[in-house]
């Protein structure tokens, strides 16, 4: 089993409209959690850190559930520079240099 | 402040030959990783260096495959005798030697094996 798995989509949305998928990774040990971006096979950025509670930041939604072992990302108010591969990425207290992602999501924002 | 800078951006190598990627991570960085991201999959940790040291390599193939970062210029990834499979891009990444564990990633090395 993938450490962290993901729905490769595509999602093809409409501007303004809200996207939403998740990710599920298999270790519970896990104890961090982030959302990378990822346009056209460039470099990974960080989008945003997942936090227990949840957490927000701007358009974009994290939630993270522990007993199930997901993360979801949610993007209101879609706009065209959305469109991007979405990374999910967690990593262990035990190496926590090590960043395990998924393979991406593909988010495609049409006007 | 640069970035983390990678060089080249496009390799081509015959099989056989070897690949040489460089990584000079963000300026007051000291801890660099390489990650290999093969298409349609997502990056995969190769190794975890710092200064003169390798901290971990467990995601590096046990053959051919060689990395390093001396006291003075850039953290290198050494691919030898290169196979059509090595094709991948090659991303490092660079963080601070304490506090914000954050990784800064480079543009990458797209190395193409013919």
């Known amino acids: 089993r993938k450490e962290v798995e993901q729905d490769p989509g595509p999602f093809n949305v409409p501007e303004g409209a809200t996207v939403a998928f998740n990710c599920t990774y298999s270790?519970?040990?896990?104890?961090?959690f982030f959302w990378y971006r990822q346009d056209c096979r460039k470099e990974p950025k960080l989008l945003m850190s997942?936090?227990?509670s949840g957490n927000e930041d701007g358009r974009f939604t994290a939630q993270l559930n522990r007993a199930s072992q997901y993360i979801s990302l949610l993007i209101r108010d879609s706009k065209l520079s959305d469109s991007a591969t979405y990374l999910c990425?967690?990593?262990?207290?035990?190496?926590?240099?090590?960043?395990?992602f998924g393979a991406g999501t593909t988010v495609t924002v049409r006007a | 402040n640069a970035g983390v800078m990678q060089n080249p951006r496009h390799l081509v190598r015959r099989r056989g030959q070897e690949a040489r990627l460089r990584c000079s991570p963000m300026?007051?960085?000291?801890?660099v990783y390489w990650y290999r991201q093969l298409p349609e999959e997502g990056l995969k940790f190769m190794v975890y260096?710092?200064?003169?040291?390798?901290?971990?390599e467990s995601g590096m193939p046990k053959e051919r495959f060689s990395a390093e970062f001396p006291k003075e210029g850039p953290s290198i990834l050494r691919i030898q005798q290169v196979v059509r499979g090595d094709s991948a891009a090659y991303f490092c990444a660079s963080s601070p030697a304490s506090g914000d564990r954050e990784q800064y990633f480079g543009p990458g090395t797209r190395l193409t094996v013919t």
């Open positions: 300026k007051g960085h000291s801890h």
């Open positions: 990425v967690v990593n262990l207290p035990s190496n926590d240099y090590k960043l395990s």
């Open positions: 260096l710092q200064k003169e040291n390798i901290i971990d």
């Open positions: 997942v936090y227990s």
């Open positions: 270790n519970s040990a896990s104890q961090s």
